[in-house]
């Protein structure tokens, strides 16, 4: 008994011992950032304004809460615009303004943070979609200058940040590897500004994530991941209403396909990064800039340049529109066969150029013929959800004949035709009043000039809308029968946005391209910060490994003493019956259960993979 406790006590020794130690080299040892922070501050900057959100999930937690309950703030961008030289002292001072533009968003924002997690684990990234940088530059000197002048900006907001000791967040260290040319996010995960490219990366992310189709930790899963084929508004309330428009039409999808592995059961732990997605956007392809031409054309055909007024096909019947751009009042005839006649002459003249034996789908751009699934987004979106309520309004009127409804959220190409053609056949007075929006909060309805901005940008382009979403469809290959482009009034994790939220980044109650594609972008600097966080652990380990490793040769030893007092605890002496002498005593080791332990020769050991790698 004495041995017993004689080792027990050398045991604890070594294992009191072994913990200073531990001790000693953990205060040596810089810390690591977490594995995930779980939230993130964006500060996004635009021409006419800034906007502040904060994404958050808990932990294990598959759901993401945005706090967009932040008025609109004026522009941390003002002042860098315009070709005059700024001297620095002029420059640093709008800076700290625009900072302290932000001070109470700050507070709030931290304010709602410290009842889920710790503010300061929290980064903070100024961010401003490229698009915004050189939105009103004429040259490409303008456009150069004005960028200069953004990031440094941001970069002057970042600093001042830093140089704030009641900063609540954190903030990402500067990069000390060089980055990626035409890469948004630097090697330590600061974001700053987001190109097209990686915008239209982030977006398609996002709204997988919404649907379900893509894990918050960026593995393709078993099922299709879907592409966005997205229009800007463009003009100016394109320009209040997106932190991104760039009166353009994009399209993004899966290339690679690699969910299609994962369907025969190979594990794909690899995040989906851009290079697994085709992204191009098509220039002068936004609605405003479509609708200039279709009026041209129009124009064109009725030689008279001179009018004041023209009637047009692609206007409803009974109202008279406005165009910015138009010198002129278009008086809406309603006719949809005569409007995508329009629409396709003006896609083909600009197909003019397409190499030969190539698929392009606007202007003379080759690309990969995406077969997939879409999910529209912007005024493809808003156009069929809009139609689908002013059908179904009509539809139930006593006094009309049975209009047939859209089946959403894919209705057939064949469907959406014959949807346009008796959307434009209506009187204004009819789309007015079926394209109702019972879901918009008391504040907005109660606003005149919000309600008559969002009468005449889309009630009166209803028709248009519908006729470009329909010809864009054919154009991209889609078939009279398929249903694969979904019109999703909303997703399975959308996230429960505020009432009282922006109106500049919500479009009737449902998540806008911002939200979208800023979950897109959460979601990859989770992934990313894994990543580091993994990275810098091994570097740490290989230097204990090199220096000698001390704390793992006290460890060893430890191991070693445990194992010895083990195997001297569990096969002490015990007394043997049997033909030896009474009361003589021996030791008795039993291994693999006795002699009469059997074993069966298998071949379950054999498993035969089937390797799906490229």
Not at 115 to 126: E, G
Request: charged share 20%; hydrophobic share 40%.
């Amino acid at each position: 008994m004495a041995r017993h406790d004689l080792m027990l006590m050398l045991l604890l020794f070594h294992l009191f011992t072994s913990v200073q130690d531990a001790i000693r080299m953990a205060q040596n040892v810089p810390m690591l950032p977490p594995a995930r922070t779980h939230c993130r501050v964006f500060i996004v900057a635009a021409r006419t304004h800034t906007r502040v959100l904060v994404l958050q999930n808990a932990y294990e937690q598959d759901g993401i809460n945005v706090y967009d309950q932040f008025p609109v703030l004026a522009s941390i961008l003002q002042d860098t615009a315009g070709d005059g030289l700024i001297n620095e002292q002029d420059e640093h001072k709008n800076a700290l303004r625009a900072y302290q533009i932000l001070g109470p968003a700050f507070e709030q924002a931290a304010e709602w943070l410290k009842s889920r997690v710790d503010p300061v684990q929290c980064f903070a990234h100024f961010i401003v979609a490229e698009s915004e940088m050189t939105a009103d530059s004429r040259t490409q000197d303008d456009a150069a200058l004005a960028a200069s002048r953004v990031t440094k900006r941001l970069s002057q907001l970042k600093d001042e940040a830093k140089s704030n000791s009641h900063f609540p967040f954190a903030l990402n260290p500067p990069s000390t590897m060089r980055q990626h040319e035409g890469s948004s996010v630097t090697f330590n995960g600061d974001l700053h500004v987001v190109t097209a490219a990686w915008r239209r990366y982030f977006h398609v992310v996002g709204t997988n994530y919404f649907s379900g189709r893509v894990a918050p930790s960026l593995s393709p899963g078993q099922a299709e991941v879907f592409g966005v084929i997205h229009v800007d508004a463009g003009g100016h309330m394109g320009r209040i209403r997106s932190e991104s428009d760039a009166n353009a039409a994009e399209m993004v999808f899966d290339v690679r396909e690699r969910w299609r592995r994962s369907k025969r059961q190979r594990q794909v732990n690899v995040a989906l990064n851009s290079s697994d997605f085709y992204g191009r956007e098509y220039a002068g392809f936004g609605r405003l800039q479509v609708q200039q031409a279709v009026v041209k054309l129009k124009q064109d055909e009725e030689k008279n340049v001179e009018a004041d007024s023209l009637q047009h096909p692609c206007f409803s019947r009974g109202h008279v529109s406005v165009v910015d751009g138009v010198n002129m009042t278009l008086e809406g005839s309603g006719d949809a066969d005569a409007c995508m006649i329009l629409l396709r002459s003006h896609i083909a003249a600009s197909n003019a150029n397409c190499p030969p034996e190539s698929f392009c789908v606007l202007g003379s751009a080759p690309q990969p013929q995406g077969f997939g699934s879409f999910y529209a987004s912007g005024v493809l979106r808003l156009a069929v959800l809009s139609a689908s309520r002013v059908l179904k309004h009509v539809s139930n009127k006593q006094d009309k004949i049975d209009v047939d409804e859209l089946q959403l959220p894919a209705p057939a190409l064949l469907t959406l035709r014959n949807a346009a053609k008796n959307l434009c056949a209506l009187p204004y007075a009819d789309v007015e009043a079926g394209a109702a929006y019972p879901h918009l909060s008391a504040s907005e309805t109660t606003t005149v000039a919000f309600a008559m901005e969002r009468k005449i940008e889309l009630l009166s382009a209803l028709c248009f809308d519908l006729c470009y979403t329909v010809v864009l469809l054919e154009k991209i290959g889609v078939q009279e029968d398929d249903e694969r482009v979904h019109f999703v009034d909303r997703f399975e994790k959308e996230p429960d946005l505020s009432e009282h939220g922006s109106m500049a980044t919500r479009e009737h109650g449902s998540p806008s391209e911002l939200v979208a594609w800023l979950t897109g972008a959460f979601l990859y600097l989770e992934a990313l910060q894994r990543k580091v966080t993994f990275s810098m652990q091994s570097k740490m380990l290989a230097e204990q490994l090199s220096a000698g490793l001390p704390l793992g040769w006290n460890m060893t030893l430890l191991v070693f003493v445990a194992a010895c007092v083990f195997l001297y605890l569990a096969t002490g002496p015990v007394a043997v019956s049997g033909r030896g002498r009474r009361g003589s005593s021996g030791y008795v080791c039993v291994v693999n259960g006795g002699v009469k332990t059997k074993y069966k020769d298998t071949t379950q050991s054999i498993q035969f993979v089937d390797d799906a790698r490229d």
